[in-house]
């Protein structure tokens, strides 16, 4: 008799992006995302970071002030869709930990990606998230909240003859 306590796929897309997440660098917020095909293959991932070849130790990493991240940070959406190097995305989702802004609206839009499964609204009411949404309906790329009965996934590192 097969296990029946699986998780479903869309808790297992969501995890990867969750995992993502946690090579961001940024002390504030980390969102990672991760790109699906409509069979269930791992197009592509990416987390919020500084651009190939930007020292994450010489930009900064502020969210006030006169030098913040804001202007140099790629959005974990946008370097996913970057990530896969000109793979066709047309038909896939992207699973992502907070709903994308305006401008990963734009990339996500016109890569052709046709559903975004995201995990939290924070932003809900801002103009980025609501520019997003209206955009993301215009262009009919579907929009989901996650639902899950996980609160966490555990993973540890404990080879299987240390069980």
Known sequence: MKRSDYISWDEYFMGIALL???RSKDPSTQVG??????DNIIISTGY??????CSDDDFPWDRE???????YVVHAELNA???????????SRIYVALFPCN??????IQSGVEEVIYL??????SMSSLASKRMLDAAGVKYTAMKTDLEELVLDYIPEEKK
């Open 103 to 108: 401008e990963c609206a734009k990339a996500i």
């Open 20 to 22: 993502a997440a946690r």
């Open 33 to 38: 995302a991760c790109i699906v095909s409509r």
């Open 65 to 71: 002030g006169q030098d913040t991240k804001y202007p």
């Open 120 to 125: 939290s609204d924070k932003y809900g009411d």
């Open 48 to 53: 919020n970071g500084m651009p190939k070849g």
């Open 81 to 91: 869709v970057l990530n896969a190097n000109g793979r066709d995305l047309r038909g």
